[in-house]
């Protein structure tokens, strides 16, 4: 056989690959210098063998721990519940609807000058009873890159700018402006 030495620990006779091994395995040496004993994972309950002060396993549970903290923080921090199926904006609107309805005035009335600008009627059919029913139209059909360029509500950014409105806007009635737009074939760039 070979030299067969005592665990310093546990006293089990063991083969050291060494002649100055004095323990039969590295979980015998650790319990041994006290540096580690076996613990419990606090986080998923495992048994596991580690340093002083160690209450988690791997660096697997401290990562799901230190999420599960964030989402409670977070949790407690939220002026408005979590509601399913909403995103923040649209729970934040639910909670205050006074607020969109000052935003949605403000955006009617700078839809309102840069339609009163452009003439107030629509200019195929000269419609002009109820403003409702009068939409902004962009002449090239650019409205796309438009609204990358500017934003979402194009009205915010021609009010300032009510000159180059008259460059590329129109006033079209809700009727014209579906036909000019099913005739000219704007729908089928929008899904490429």
């Not at 002060?53 to 697997?60: A, N």
């Not at 006074?98 to 949605?104: A, H, P, V």
């Not at 009205?155 to 036909?179: F, G």
Request: net charge positive; hydrophobic share 25%; proline share 2%.
């Amino acid at each position: 056989m070979g030299f067969m030495k005592n665990c310093k620990f546990c006293s089990n006779s063991f083969a050291p690959t060494r002649s100055f091994n004095i323990y039969c395995s590295i979980k015998c040496r650790q319990q041994a210098n006290d540096k580690t004993k076996e613990k419990n994972c606090t986080f998923c309950g495992k048994d596991f063998i580690g340093r002083k002060g160690q209450v988690l396993c791997s660096p697997d549970c401290y990562y799901k721990r230190k999420c599960d903290l964030n989402f409670k923080t977070a949790a407690l921090r939220r002026k408005y519940p979590l509601i399913e199926g909403l995103d923040r904006q649209q729970i934040y609107k639910k909670f205050n609807p006074e607020k969109g309805i000052f935003m949605l005035d403000k955006d009617n009335s700078k839809r309102t000058v840069v339609i009163q600008y452009l003439g107030g009627r629509c200019s195929l059919c000269y419609y002009d009873s109820d403003i409702r029913a009068l939409q902004l139209d962009h002449i090239n059909g650019d409205g796309k890159e438009d609204r990358k360029k500017h934003g979402n509500r194009v009205c915010r950014y021609y009010v300032n700018n009510l000159k180059e409105s008259k460059i590329n806007l129109q006033v079209l009635c809700a009727n014209c402006h579906a036909i000019k737009t099913y005739i000219a074939e704007e729908y089928t760039r929008k899904k490429k």
